[in-house]
């Protein structure tokens, strides 16, 4: 069940009063409220507000609500104190901060912790009471005054100024899964994240982002890690110590995990565009300047409290208030913000920075996509309360709301109000049916006010009981917004009818290959084949090698509307028992596909290589080709092994049909070329400093019923290798020739360096445990890691541990325009494979950059067969002929500068419908996002079978 931590319903409490002397009753009731409030005084209690129907409903928490009918009992005994830190909770100085109106945990007289920043109360040691989840009254109070619990967003204007003067950052606010109080922001240029710590400091952002893209002039929404925020760096005594520091203090930084990414690979498959300064010359508000000596802090006591009482009262100056960060000593008053800050962390590498949130300027697409449970036991006890009065009973229903629990543990608890809820579930809570509460529920975001110390939400429908499997994935697909509707008839228009045969003028216009042996290597149940293969030998030490992809592009015109739609989904989700395709199964498993025995439309690409892997020649171009056979790896192994001999081969049962004029013997012996030349190919890609960080992947085995019911760890063959290495050198080709010929509208893909501090701290970790690791250059990096993999031969859990240690530093790869980065070419590069340039060109059936890189290269070849008609006029007369001016291995810079040579690739570029550099820019963050999701959905599918694997075998 996708549930959040376990909780436990509190139910009402209705304080009884017993019968003795007024005045003793009077005495105590004053004693009770007198000692109510000053509790309430110690944790800066204020009231909720929610608005709707262009009416306020106040909302009172019951962190400090007392009523006839509902209380909190509080007796002299009760009220206790405790400055007990926890490890699991965020950076917060409790003892100091008590008191202060803004603080993020008070204590409550029951003996339990309260957190303002997560209204959820934590036992600590010596209480009796257990953490609650019914917090909130069902009763409202209308026209009660309220105080604001966060600070208002900074105006529009005072944000751009800020932004403009550098004294604010705009950054991504991502949330620690594991502590929703713990928040982080991402700035460009400085090397350690940016820590938003606790509620009021993050003031209502949350971890995932609204995007809307123009792509071709269609606005797209995008939904990936969080809002889009400008925080305000706060000064150098405010800052946190980095999680592992030395030196005693109360805060705790946990640090956040980066995704594992299998990029480090190059094959599988986020970009933002944060700008912001930060002031160097600012002062704090008693007039002392930010600047800090190198020996000793100042007292962040006073200025957290002067922040927090601007913060409740609404009292705000933008721009140039006291939490500023200020030069260090020595510092250039020329530097920009981000290097000052920049600066700052080199020179404290112990202290992580910390921020507040002072506007949010992009809304998150998941706050439209929340997934929870209701929690209705407790609102069902107060209904039975006044189940006697009907009048009440339905202004209740009317008025009234249940709080929302969400699965994602970044997101707050919320609620929802009664009135709001679809009939359905409605006609059930009148029912009292209690098993509402098993079912997972969509619901969104409607309004968080600075009053309120919980967002309203509004539930639009329900997946079904969290129990079962299918309602948990289709949640999964609601949460990353993965676009799994049906094709509509005007995508599939686009699409010729079938039977289809490959127009004869077209034909005419590519290389025929359809006499060549071709074949395709995949796993045994895939329908969508990409990519094809062959080789022939030239010599004793000289092969040529071909990459046939399906021509996609051929299929998917610009601007259509099958064009369109696969933009909107961006790439397929693959969840093991579901597959969400990017193009109709018309296009991705029979047009398209490189089936065989058919004649297909391919873009092919050929290398000649010598016995070293060096690449003598090469041709790319469109191609039209007829599979021979389509392999499987473990039939590819089979061949590699020698399983399946040469001599004396012949059809065997579970083998695959051969079409054509091909007998076994090719197939086999072109397997085993590609394996040899594959080997060659690959070491010389870990020489030249390429890094592997892989383990052994889990397979799950399904009933009839789609149930898993075991699980198998599978390592890679040879084989899986064989393919990786010529669709890297194929990838790889295809970057180098559309960034030589278009320079500024290339559609790449970069790795970068990963987080130096995180990757000297697991080599640090491994240091101190007696394992050798170098992690000064990606190919040092393998290096060490192969020595270890020999050293711990016999241990392969614990190298898998490390291995996943590993990836921890490693960032994410992305899309990106190369004109958006023109200026900073030594960021274009790969870390993973160690390469200047890549790009994705190989799975145009699956991602949409393959069909941009694919049409990018289409009007590459045009150009360049425009161009190759007017320089062979002028140099036929010394007998020099080029064969190719901008695809081959040598460029043709003249050519490319040339009037003639820009005219043809301008006008190529506005044929084949390759987008402006900003345009393009767009399309790349687009992708990433749709692909982040997706991964998301694929992992949180992973884990869902696994969670049901387990609970099976219980």
Request: aromatic residues 6%.
């Given at each position: 069940m996708r549930r959040g931590s376990g909780v436990v319903e509190s139910s009402v409490i209705v304080e009884r009063v017993d019968d003795v002397d007024k005045e003793k009753k009077k005495k105590r009731r004053s004693n009770r409220r007198s000692k109510h409030n000053s509790v309430n005084e110690a944790r800066g209690e204020t009231s909720d507000s929610l608005k709707s129907d262009d009416k306020t409903k106040n909302l009172v928490s019951s962190m400090g609500y007392s009523s006839s009918k509902q209380g909190l009992e509080m007796t002299s005994n009760e009220q206790t104190t405790s400055n007990v830190g926890f490890s699991s909770m965020p950076t917060m100085h409790i003892n100091e901060r008590v008191g202060s109106a803004c603080d993020d945990t008070a204590v409550d007289v029951g003996g339990s912790i309260y957190s303002n920043s997560c209204p959820e109360s934590i036992a600590y040691p010596g209480s009796s009471k257990l953490c609650t989840d019914g917090f909130l009254p069902f009763h409202q109070f209308e026209g009660s005054s309220r105080k604001k619990l966060f600070a208002p967003y900074w105006p529009m204007e005072a944000v751009n100024e800020a932004l403009e003067k550098g004294e604010a950052f705009k950054a991504l606010f991502r949330v620690n899964a594991h502590n929703r109080l713990e928040a982080y922001c991402k700035i460009d240029g400085v090397p350690t994240d940016v820590l938003v710590n606790g509620m009021y400091s993050q003031n209502r952002a949350v971890s995932m982002k609204l995007s809307l893209v123009y792509i071709r002039y269609v606005i797209v929404n995008a939904n990936v890690e969080g809002d889009i925020v400008v925080i305000k760096v706060d000064p150098l005594g405010l800052w946190t110590k980095m999680k592992?520091?030395?030196?005693?203090?109360?805060?705790?930084?946990?640090?956040?995990?980066?995704?594992?990414?299998?990029?480090?690979?190059?094959?599988?498959?986020?970009?933002?565009?944060?700008?912001?300064?930060?002031?160097?010359?600012?002062?704090?508000?008693?007039?002392?300047?930010?600047?800090?000596?190198?020996?000793?802090?100042?007292?962040?006591?006073?200025?957290?409290?002067?922040?927090?009482?601007?913060?409740?009262?609404?009292?705000?100056?933008?721009?140039?208030?006291?939490?500023?960060?200020?030069?260090l000593p020595g510092q250039n008053q020329g530097m920009n913000s981000v290097d000052q800050l920049a600066s700052m962390t080199i020179r404290y590498p112990l202290k992580r920075p910390t921020a507040?949130?002072?506007?949010?300027?992009?809304?998150?697409?998941?706050?439209?996509?929340?997934?929870?449970?209701?929690?209705?036991?407790?609102?069902?006890?107060?209904?039975?309360?006044?189940?006697?009065?009907?009048?009440?009973?339905?202004?209740?229903?009317?008025?009234?709301?249940?709080?929302?629990?969400?699965?994602?543990?970044?997101?707050?608890?919320m609620v929802v109000f009664v009135r709001d809820l679809p009939v359905s579930i409605k006609k059930r809570l009148e029912d009292g049916d209690i098993t509402i509460e098993t079912e997972l529920l969509a619901a969104q975001i409607e309004d968080w006010s600075a009053e309120s110390s919980f967002p309203c939400a509004r539930v639009s429908h329900s997946f079904g009981r969290s129990s079962d499997l299918e309602p948990q994935i289709n949640a999964i697909l609601y949460e990353n917004a993965i676009h799994c509707a049906d094709f509509s008839p005007q995508v599939l228009s686009c699409l010729p009818s079938t039977p289809w045969e490959i127009p004869s003028k077209e034909i005419q216009t590519r290389r025929d290959l359809r006499g060549l042996c071709v074949f395709t290597i995949d796993p045994p149940t895939a329908s969508d084949l990409d990519d094809a293969l062959s080789v022939e030998k030239l010599s004793k030490d000289t092969f040529r090698v071909g990459v046939h992809i399906a021509d996609v592009s051929y299929f998917v015109l610009p601007n259509t509307a099958l064009d369109v739609e696969a933009q909107i989904r961006s790439t397929s989700v693959y969840l093991l028992q579901r597959k969400i395709q990017m193009l109709p199964s018309l296009l991705s498993e029979e047009l398209g596909s490189l089936n065989p025995g058919v004649d297909r439309l391919s873009f092919s690409m050929f290398w000649e290589l010598n016995s070293m892997g060096d690449v003598l020649d090469r041709w790319i171009g469109r191609t039209v080709i007829r599979s021979c056979c389509k392999l499987s790896y473990r039939h590819a192994q089979d061949f590699i092994q020698g399983i399946a001999d040469v001599e004396n081969f012949s059809t065997l049962e579970g083998y695959p049909e051969l079409h054509g004029q091909f007998e076994w013997s090719d197939v086999i012996r072109s397997v085993k070329y590609l394996h040899e030349i594959s080997k060659t190919l690959k070491e010389k890609r870990f020489n030249g400093g390429a890094l592997q960080l892989e383990s052994a992947k889990i397979v799950y085995l399904f009933d009839e019923d789609g149930v898993p019911y075991d699980s198998n760890l599978i390592e890679r063959m040879d084989s899986n290798f064989l393919v990786e290495e010529f669709m890297l050198l194929a990838n790889t080709t295809a970057a180098e020739i559309i960034s030589r010929a278009f320079p500024d509208s290339a559609l790449l893909r970069r790795h970068p360096e990963p987080n130096m501090r995180k990757l000297k701290e697991f080599e640090?970790?491994?240091?101190?445990?007696?394992?050798?690791?170098?992690?000064?250059?990606?190919?040092?990096?393998?290096?060490?890691?192969?020595?270890?993999?020999?050293?711990?031969?016999?241990?392969?859990?614990?190298?898998?541990?490390?291995?996943?240690?590993?990836?921890?530093?490693?960032?994410?790869a992305s899309y990106f325009c190369s004109g958006n980065l023109k200026d900073n070419l030594n960021d274009w590069g790969h870390y993973g494979l160690a390469v200047p340039l890549y790009t994705h060109f190989t799975s145009p059936l699956r991602r949409y950059p393959d069909i941009v890189v694919h049409r990018t290269l289409a009007a590459v070849i045009e150009a360049e067969e425009l161009c190759m008609k007017h320089r062979r006029v002028l140099k036929c007369t010394d007998g020099k002929v080029s064969k190719q001016c901008f695809t081959g291995i040598y460029f043709d810079k003249?050519?490319?500068?040339?009037?003639?040579?820009?005219?043809?690739?301008?006008?190529?570029?506005?044929?084949?419908?390759?987008?402006?550099?900003?345009?393009?820019?767009?399309?790349?963050?687009?992708?990433?996002?749709r692909k982040l999701a997706s991964r998301h959905a694929e992992d949180a599918c992973e884990k869902l079978y696994m969670w049901v694997l387990l609970k099976r075998r219980e």
């Open positions: 592992g520091s030395n030196g005693s203090s109360n805060n705790s930084t946990v640090v956040e995990d980066c995704n594992l990414v299998q990029e480090v690979n190059g094959l599988a498959d986020n970009s933002g565009k944060c700008k912001g300064k930060l002031d160097a010359n600012c002062e704090h508000s008693d007039g002392r300047s930010g600047v800090l000596p190198d020996k000793g802090f100042c007292d962040a006591t006073q200025v957290t409290r002067t922040a927090a009482y601007n913060y409740v009262n609404g009292h705000h100056q933008y721009g140039s208030e006291s939490l500023h960060v200020g030069l507040k949130v002072v506007a949010i300027v992009e809304k998150s697409l998941r706050r439209n996509a929340i997934v929870g449970f209701l929690n209705v036991k407790q609102w069902f006890s107060y209904l039975e309360l006044n189940r006697k009065d009907a009048k009440k009973n339905s202004v209740i229903l009317d008025h009234e709301y249940v709080t929302l629990t969400p699965t994602d543990p970044r997101f707050p608890k640090a970790f491994c240091r101190k445990h007696g394992l050798a690791l170098d992690t000064s250059s990606s190919g040092q990096f393998h290096q060490s890691l192969e020595k270890l993999r020999e050293k711990l031969e016999g241990d392969s859990v614990l190298f898998d541990i490390l291995i996943s240690y590993a990836s921890k530093p490693m960032q994410l003249e050519a490319a500068e040339s009037p003639q040579g820009q005219e043809a690739l301008s006008n190529a570029a506005l044929k084949h419908g390759i987008p402006s550099p900003d345009l393009l820019g767009d399309v790349a963050a687009y992708c990433n996002e």
